[in-house]
């Protein structure tokens, strides 16, 4: 509740370069016993700095104060629950940390002989194994760094696909409205156009309406890109039958399968017909990402598309592992390196400590974490589709906004006055006033019941004390920012004061 915050005691707010006074120093050091300046090394005059530049003058600690002030402004997992949606924001075990900073792999060099790298390559064989056998497809990348450049690899190599077969006139990529932002973006840039159709009654692609896509454009259509489950947390259920009509239609089938930690161990998008998917290591397989960390986007394919992965793949000549160059209708490489290294021996170390059985409980605890959160709040917050979620769930303001003029934007906000993260908002696009929350399956019951009782509390109090909720948050440094301004007109340098 309100106080719980520790932030109200944080108030220093004054970047670092405004604290401290000139001459104060965080090091001592004994007097110089040579020439401060030195006219052989100096350079040109021409090249020197008319001033010293306007770095912090603070002590020790100081900068030991303002670095940990800082910290705790932060949210972070290991302070509390993130329930966004759409991006899962898990908790990691720390053991997986502890794998990925052992130095025989911390310490690989990209450059470093194949010969001494037969560890590391036995590693990538065996994670490239294990997602083939999660996803029922035959071989896998493990390049790309990210979603987004999983989906760019998978497009690039229906594009070759197409190239090969005699179907350079195929540009259009259906994608429903209930795909990932990402999907269309990757499509663009791939030089694709993508082909709206909005999704069914029932929340789910109807297959009718991909049967009409495709006859409206003969010839022209390249593949779908479907992301299972959708946005709006729901199960494709028509997919098997969505792949044969693409393939009937030339086209070649992609799945956006970042959230696969809803599906482990129930479905194999390999068995259902698709050609293509990515998996994001970041969300499913355990690394902690957010705010841009490193992240490791792995494309699996089936056989159509297995001649075109980029270069180069591991490959093995019976006990012996080693970097395969030699195919020639590859895309060639998508990134420097082998991949985001780390990314994979954090993913690698999860799957081999929770097997099978494991990964297939995470699902069903994720799946079931959702479904609790939506029983628990739907009479409040409706939902956008009546039926059983996967890992998310997409509510919306309709009821509250009717009766108390509050929105998914104050609810959000004074959810930050409760000790939480607020959750995704107003996405997807197709539901308004949609407040999406993916509680995954690491969070405790405990954790999702806190969760709902302040997502209740704030409802009553939408009717009790509106103003309460539409000027929150209460207990933050900074209180409602002005949006439009700071994502039109961001300040990102500190200037000195008589500069401004
Ligand atoms: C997160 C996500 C992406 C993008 O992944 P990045 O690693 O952020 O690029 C794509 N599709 C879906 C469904 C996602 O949840």
Not at 9 to 22: D, K, N, T, Y
Not at 81 to 93: E, I, Q, R
Not at 227 to 250: D, K, M, R
Not at 318 to 329: H, V, Y
Request: charged share 20%.
């Amino acid at each position: 509740m309100p106080g719980k915050h520790p932030r109200a005691l944080l108030h220093e707010s004054r970047p670092i370069f405004e604290q401290g006074s000139p001459g104060r120093s965080g090091a001592s050091l004994p007097a110089l016993d040579v020439p401060a300046r030195d006219p052989a090394v100096d350079g040109p005059a021409a090249l020197r700095r008319g001033e010293a530049p306007h770095l912090p003058e603070v002590s020790e600690v100081e900068v030991t104060r303002h670095f940990t002030r800082l910290s705790r402004w932060n949210y972070a997992i290991d302070l509390g629950m993130y329930p966004l949606g759409s991006c899962t924001m898990k908790y990691n075990p720390k053991v997986n940390e502890r794998a990925a900073r052992m130095p025989g792999f911390a310490g690989l060099h990209p450059a470093q002989p194949e010969d001494t790298l037969e560890g590391a390559l036995a590693l990538m064989w065996g994670l490239e194994r294990a997602l083939c056998e999660i996803t029922g497809f035959q071989r896998a990348t493990l390049q790309p760094a990210a979603g987004a450049h999983g989906e760019l690899t998978g497009l690039m190599m229906i594009r070759a696909y197409h190239q090969d077969h005699g179907g350079k006139a195929r540009k259009k990529i259906i994608i429903p409205d209930s795909a990932h932002g990402t999907n269309p973006a990757s499509c663009t840039l791939n030089g694709f156009e993508a082909l709206g159709i909005k999704t069914g009654a029932g929340g789910v692609i109807d297959a009718s309406a991909v049967r009409a896509a495709c006859a409206a454009h003969p010839g022209a259509i390249a593949g779908i890109m479907i992301t299972n489950p959708s946005t709006l947390g729901l199960f494709e259920t028509q997919i098997a039958e969505i792949t044969e009509v693409v393939h009937a239609a030339g086209g070649l089938c992609y799945m956006d399968g970042a959230n696969l930690n809803a599906l482990m161990g129930k479905f194999r998008p390999g068995d259902a017909g698709l050609d293509v998917m990515h998996i994001n290591l970041h969300k499913t397989f355990t690394t902690p990402h957010g705010g841009g960390g490193p992240g490791a986007g792995p494309v699996a394919v089936g056989a159509a598309l297995e001649p075109y992965l980029p270069t180069p793949m591991v490959a093995r000549d019976g006990e012996r592992l080693r970097w395969d160059f030699a195919r020639p209708r590859s895309i060639g490489r998508v990134r420097a390196g082998s991949s985001n290294f780390g990314m994979l021996v954090r993913a690698y170390a999860y799957i081999r400590e929770m097997g099978g059985p494991g990964l297939t409980q995470a699902t069903e605890m994720a799946v079931l974490n959702a479904n609790y959160i939506r029983k628990k709040l739907e009479d409040v917050y409706p939902v956008a589709f009546d039926r059983p979620c996967m890992h998310e769930v997409v509510f919306s303001d309709k009821k509250l906004k009717k009766e108390t003029g509050i929105t998914t934007l104050d609810v959000a906000k004074r959810l930050m006055d409760h000790g939480f993260h607020p959750p995704t908002i107003y996405f997807p696009l197709v539901v308004p006033g949609a407040l999406m929350i993916e509680p995954t399956e690491t969070e405790p019951p405990e954790a999702l019941d806190e969760l709902c009782t302040a997502l209740r509390e704030i409802a009553a109090e939408a009717v009790t004390d509106p103003d309460k909720v539409h000027s929150a948050p209460h207990t933050t440094g900074l209180r409602r920012l002005d949006e439009t301004l700071a994502a039109r007109h961001p300040r990102l340098r500190w200037t000195p004061k008589a500069a401004e």
